[in-house]
């Protein structure tokens, strides 16, 4: 059945043809970066050749109906070790559901590997809680890109050795900037801790990043080239600069400005051109992508429970791996609203336009 037949309008897909590009090139680039250590590079290459294969994947699906985005954010657990201020897990509504099982944590990751989907960015919560899980993953699919947002405090010496004996992990450690910035929002000495942390992943050769929550506050401090020098030095060789959603009221002043969404696109190109590394903005450029690339268009969400959401930010769901296969999931009613509806989608003030309509939203569940 395809769109048209199914109530939806038919999109202008031009922009996952621009997608997939950006994906495959980051990939590329990641590639040359660890082009100097063998095991690495083939692990890579194996990743960006899955993902030219995926992308033919999912344009044959969509031709056929059904959309898969080439990005899935699983968020396994609402446990964590921390309580950071702002954290959008806690900021969540509603009240944490049961974990999905092993099997059905399994289950979801072989189907969305069969349908396409290129990478799988493991959440949490503290994702490392389920450790031996996110190997076992990895394992069975060592052509999908895992990467594992993590605050690093659960990555002991074997943890490290375990997760370097699986090349396509890559992990992903919170830093919130320097040692004031980082300890002021995670806890004292906590910056120091990543620092030992990142030692143990660059002695075993581990391809690692760090995540920065990225703020009015602190954009000028973590945009600078000591900041990106410094971890440099300590292994990193991904920047995700994640921009501040407020998820808790009283945190809109850390929304970053319109100017400084601008400037960050250029630093990040700059840094890519200048630093033997990769510098990824997120959500990133949304005009290049006519608006948010939640509900389908480039991302889902799936929650610990198991609920399919729009994204990380916007806890709706009207479906449930535990309930249904990921192919039926993603032809939900609420996916299709929200795709025919781009407008729900536009830029907002730097926050999330999903929460910003969140009315319109939950209103789609009182019509059904």
């Known amino acids: 059945m395809t769109n048209r037949q199914a109530g939806f309008p038919v999109p202008d897909n031009r922009y996952r043809d621009t997608f997939n590009q950006t994906i495959g090139e980051t990939i590329a680039q990641a590639v040359r970066i660890i082009g100097q250590d063998p095991a690495l590079f083939i692990t890579g290459s194996v990743i960006l050749h899955y993902q030219k294969k995926a992308a033919v994947i999912r344009k044959r699906l969509e031709q056929q109906g059904l959309l898969v985005p080439p990005v899935m954010i699983l968020s396994i657990t609402s446990r964590c070790n921390l309580t950071c201020a702002g954290c959008y897990m806690h900021g969540r509504e509603e009240k944490p559901a049961a974990e999905m099982s092993p099997s059905v944590l399994a289950s979801a990751v072989s189907q969305a590997a069969e349908l ?108 600078d080239h000591a900041f990106v020098q410094e971890m440099r030095k300590a292994g990193v060789r991904v920047f995700t600069y994640v921009e501040y959603v407020p998820m808790q009221n009283g945190t809109n002043a850390l929304i970053l400005t319109h100017e400084q969404k601008k400037t960050l696109q250029v ?78 989608l536009a830029e907002t003030k730097g926050g999330c336009a999903l929460r910003a309509n969140r009315a319109w939203v939950e209103g789609l569940f009182s019509h059904e």
């Open 116 to 223: 396409g989907v290129s990478v799988i960015v493991i959440a949490g919560g503290e994702p490392l809680v389920r450790k031996e899980e996110i190997l076992a993953l990895a394992r069975a699919h060592p052509s999908i890109l895992f990467p594992v947002f993590s605050n690093g405090l659960l990555i002991d010496e074997t943890t490290a050795t375990a997760i370097a004996a699986c090349h396509n992990i890559v992990p992903v450690i919170s830093f919130e900037g320097f040692r004031e910035e980082t300890d002021a929002r995670r806890g004292r000495g906590v910056f120091d801790r990543l620092l030992a942390v990142a030692a143990r992943l660059k002695a075993r050769g581990v391809f690692f990043g760090c995540s920065v929550t990225t703020t009015k506050e602190n954009f000028a401090r973590v945009t």
């Open 267 to 344: 630093v990040l190109a700059d840094f890519n051109h200048n630093f033997p590394a990769l510098f990824i903005g997120f959500p990133g450029d949304e005009d290049t992508y006519g608006g948010c690339l939640a509900a389908g268009r480039g991302f889902v969400h799936v929650n610990p429970s198991g609920g399919l959401e729009p994204c990380p930010a916007a806890p709706y769901s009207d479906a449930n791996l535990t309930d249904v296969p990921l192919a039926e999931a993603l032809r939900s009613r609420l996916l299709g609203r929200l795709r025919e509806t781009p407008e729900v």
